[in-house]
């Protein structure tokens, strides 16, 4: 029930179109739902997250996608460059303060010219 | 964004010796740290929630006699592996949350360190 399933564990985008990575979760006590961005040899940096009061968070080109009743949100990224290259992870956890994140698989990013 | 550091960024020792990994909230103040370890290509995985004051609690199947984690400070936790072997070899990651009401982060946000990648011979 912790789990959080990320789907495709690799992409390739072309320069200019849209990413799009999916998640899924079980657990119905999580209650924010953050996406990491990983570069190789780095840590992850929190790139936007999303409470399920809200169907849709957007920050730039980065946009949240949230559908409470499925259990299910996306990451789309649009106007994809080759600088998003990367790993990105979904991740929730409860809303309290101090709770554990439970991350997903990873999604490995190429966006090519 | 908050600041958290790392140290040492990467080390190599020797089979059967231990490494000390620090973590530090640089412009805040974090009661709660968390340890994680990252193999190649793999997703993060929490070894250890670490609290201010108080013992660490450790997620099944992680020897907290191997990883011993100290949090001495409201900006300080270690993570020593002990009689460290090859199979510890890994990129280690830890990340604090500030203090509610301090006006860093938003929604209980987390900031994660940059890593350490340990290399065990």
């Known amino acids: 029930q912790q789990q959080v399933k990320q789907s495709p564990q690799s992409l390739i985008v072309q320069k200019g179109g849209i990413s799009i990575i999916n998640c899924a979760y079980e657990?119905?006590?999580?209650?924010?739902f953050p996406w990491y961005q990983q570069f190789p040899g780095k840590g992850p940096a929190l790139l936007i997250a999303?409470?399920?009061?809200?169907s849709e968070k957007k920050e730039g080109r980065f946009t949240i996608s949230f559908n409470k009743s499925a259990k299910q949100f996306s990451l789309h990224i649009m106007d994809s460059q080759p600088g998003d290259s990367a790993t990105y992870f979904c991740a929730a956890r409860g809303f309290f303060g101090n709770e554990k994140l439970t991350f997903g698989t990873g999604t490995r990013l190429t966006i090519i010219p | 964004g908050a600041v958290v550091s790392q140290h040492p960024s990467w080390v190599i020792c020797k089979s059967g010796t231990s490494v000390k990994i620090e973590c530090r909230s640089l412009d805040f103040q974090a009661t709660t740290m968390f340890w994680y370890r990252q193999f190649p290509k793999q997703s993060l995985m929490l070894m250890a929630t670490s609290n201010e004051g108080s013992k660490a609690t450790y997620e099944q199947g992680v020897e907290k006699d191997k990883f011993l984690i100290n949090h001495a400070s409201l900006t300080l936790s270690t993570l020593t592996v002990t009689s460290a072997h090859p199979e510890d070899s890994s990129f280690y990651i830890c990340?604090?949350?500030?203090?509610?009401?301090?006006?860093?982060?938003?929604?209980?946000?987390?900031?994660f360190g940059p890593g350490t990648r340990l290399t065990v011979l």
């Open positions: 990340s604090a949350e500030p203090l509610p009401g301090t006006g860093r982060g938003v929604d209980n946000e987390q900031f």
């Open positions: 657990n119905t006590a999580f209650d924010y």
């Open positions: 999303i409470r399920p009061d809200v």
